[in-house]
């Protein structure tokens, strides 16, 4: 397992042509699925009013897609082995198609949800075949090639899909939100049965069931955590300890059903690879790094700093160019020592980590939009070489196995570390809130002299109110600036994960 593959010959033999096509089919079917599921998450509020629904109830048109995300991801590997890649591909393609139509003809919350539920079922499974994909039919020489690419347009997506979203939804309707990535994901159907050729299936390979449903539960029952623990103050509710009681015993009989088996699930014996074993923690880095300031950052600079929505979309696209630049650096590197990249990038996250813990109300655009960039531009030197490096030693019939499993992590990885992020920062502003307001008070000499108290006048209800609302963005404020701490924390970390990858010259 741990011995490294020396044939540079692709696994899936392809004509120059079809191998070209294939990479535009796989690079667009991951943007518009990322575009997709990030534009969701964006125009909300514009669903909320369309469907009558309270804030919690529109929240479930997230929260139950990323469920259905996170279920399926792990089937992956066994719908290739049953089914064949080029087979999965033509149904998830068409699932999601039909899907995102379907969520744009919605006219009640439950038919939304019903739909993003398919919508994230029938996706899940696209982002790790597209990866498997590139990997075997390319040679090894143009993985980082191929992935840098890869991983530009998935990166983009959730950048691009978002802005243009919340255009459409704003000028036009929410439902254009949906339809915008309905002809692309056509085009990338009609690639896939114009570009790839038929693979062997197994048609009695089995689904070890019992591992299946106890880690599809135990895995629901972390995203309802993660998702649900913000709003209900976590462990005070009994709706989060069921879940978490029941998360943990089903994670314990995954574990010990996985162990014990013949034929299960997932080959846990992938761990044994140590590039595979340290890219998953890597990954799992990368996910809480790479979303969090794109949740973060937008709440931060309407809500508290005033700036205005184009203002916003313009510093968020900053980041994608930051993107785009880090890939093309990524490639041109991906001959040198891949941990080189990936020390760099996250050396890039610890500086942008630093600028941002000194936040502050006079915090001006070009400061957010040159750490944007610089966050971008971390993000495209990192996930190539990751991506190449977890993958190198391992065996072409593991990847799709492995390749979700890859992308699991990822994925929970930013669930888990928004979800704390949030948290943090609901903690901190009101534990600062109540702090800060001890301090309005008659006895306060400040706030009885009109020319140092200004309109935060205690003498009238109208005073107290401005008043009111500077202490909250002062305490919210305070409570951002941990949640970047955290993430410069763990930006240090992935530095130091990065030297447990065997160099290259050790491959």
């Known amino acids: 397992m741990a011995t490294a593959i020396s044939d540079d010959a692709p696994a899936l033999q392809l004509t120059g042509w079809n191998r070209i096509l294939l990479l535009v089919v796989v690079i667009a079917s991951g943007a518009a699925y990322n575009a997709a599921t990030f534009t969701a998450s964006a125009i909300l509020p514009q669903m909320q009013g369309g469907m009558s629904a309270t804030q919690d109830e529109i929240s479930w048109t997230v929260t139950f897609n990323i469920l259905a995300t ?66 075997d039919a390319f040679p090894r020489r143009q993985h980082t090639l191929v992935i840098s690419l890869f991983g530009m347009a998935n990166t983009i997506g959730p950048v691009a899909g978002p802005t243009l979203g919340g255009y459409l939804a704003e000028h036009y309707s929410w439902r254009w939100s949906f339809f915008m990535v309905v002809p692309l994901s056509a085009l990338s159907l009609i690639g896939v049965i114009a570009s790839m050729p038929r693979t062997r299936s197994d048609r009695h390979s089995r689904l070890d069931w019992i591992g299946f449903l106890s880690l599809s539960t135990a895995i629901a029952c972390a995203q309802l955590v993660l998702s649900r623990g913000p709003k209900l103050d976590w462990f005070d509710s009994s709706e989060i300890i069921v879940e978490a009681v029941v998360g943990v015993l089903s994670f314990y009989l995954f574990l010990a059903h996985s162990l014990t088996a013949r034929h299960t699930f997932l080959n846990l014996a992938l761990l044994r690879d140590r590039n595979y074993s340290v890219g998953l923690l890597l990954v799992m880095l990368f996910g809480m790094l790479n979303f969090t300031p794109m949740v973060l950052l937008p709440p931060l600079m309407q809500g508290h700093l005033g700036f205005p929505d184009s203002v916003v979309g313009a510093v968020i696209s900053w980041r994608g ?38 936040l502050n109300l006079d915090f001006s655009v070009s400061e957010f939009t040159i750490n944007s960039f610089m966050q971008g531009l971390a993000v495209g030197l990192i996930w190539a070489p990751i991506a190449t490096i977890a993958f190198s030693t391992l065996a072409a019939a593991d990847r799709s196995e492995a390749v979700a499993v890859f992308h ?44 140092v108290a200004g309109g935060w006048s205690i003498d009238s209800v109208a005073g107290l109110a401005r008043l009111s609302r500077e202490l909250n963005r002062q305490a919210a404020i305070i409570g951002y600036v941990n949640a970047f701490v955290m993430y410069t924390i763990a930006s240090t970390l992935g530095i130091a994960l990065t030297f447990l990858v065997r160099p290259k010259a050790a491959l």
């Open 70 to 135: 996170a279920i399926v991801t792990p089937m992956t590997g066994w719908l290739v082995a049953r089914f064949g890649q080029r087979n999965i591909l033509i149904a998830c393609l068409s699932g999601f198609i039909a899907a995102t139509i379907m969520c744009g003809l919605s006219n009640s919350l439950e038919q939304i949800v019903l739909w993003r539920i398919m919508q994230g079922a029938a996706g899940a499974p696209l982002l790790p075949i597209g990866q498997t994909l590139l990997l």
């Open 408 to 451: 699991l992590v990822r994925n929970i990885g930013s669930s888990i570390f928004i979800a704390l992020s949030i948290s943090e920062i609901i903690r901190a502003t009101g534990a600062n809130y109540s702090r800060l307001g001890e301090q309005v008070s008659v006895f306060n000499k400040a706030l009885i002299m009109p020319w």
């Open 321 to 358: 160019i930051g993107v785009a630049v880090g890939f093309c650096m990524s490639m041109l590197t991906g001959r040198f020592d891949p941990r080189a990249s990936m020390v760099f990038g996250f050396a890039l996250q610890v500086i942008s980590g630093l600028w941002l813990i000194n």
